[in-house]
């Protein structure tokens, strides 16, 4: 199972089961598409995009606890040659496709 759990997600100190399931549904479709963004502008080779949209995932990773993404983001930020690569840019595909699942697993829909 993926590493991501509500015990260290730091929004669930702060909101309930319920209000915690609310954000995430919410908050779902907004990164699966910002990480299509990201990977999008990696394929296409637009660093400079792919550098301003990795920061702006920072915080929602932090915020929720993504600590497998932190790094490979980091990368992304600090624009290194290894974050240009297609393994990275396949690392980086697997990872956050794993995170996602497991958030969308801590969202069961409404009764």
């Known amino acids: 199972m993926p590493t991501t759990q509500t015990s260290t997600m730091p929004l669930s100190n702060k909101l ?16 699966t598409k910002d990480y299509a963004a990201l990977d999008a ?3 296409d080779q637009q660093w400079a995009k792919a550098v301003q949209q ?23 930020q600090e624009d290194t ?3 240009r690569t297609d393994t990275f840019r396949q690392t980086l ?19």
């Open 16 to 31: 309930s089961q319920q209000q915690l399931s609310l954000f995430l549904r919410k908050a779902l479709p907004e990164l």
């Open 41 to 43: 502008h990696l394929q």
């Open 54 to 76: 990795a920061h702006k995932l920072l915080s929602t990773i932090k915020l929720l606890g993504l600590d497998t993404l932190l790094p490979l983001l980091l990368q992304i």
């Open 81 to 83: 040659p290894e974050s």
């Open 93 to 111: 595909h697997n990872t956050s496709q794993q995170q996602l699942t497991a958030l969308a697993a801590l969202a069961p829909p409404p009764r």
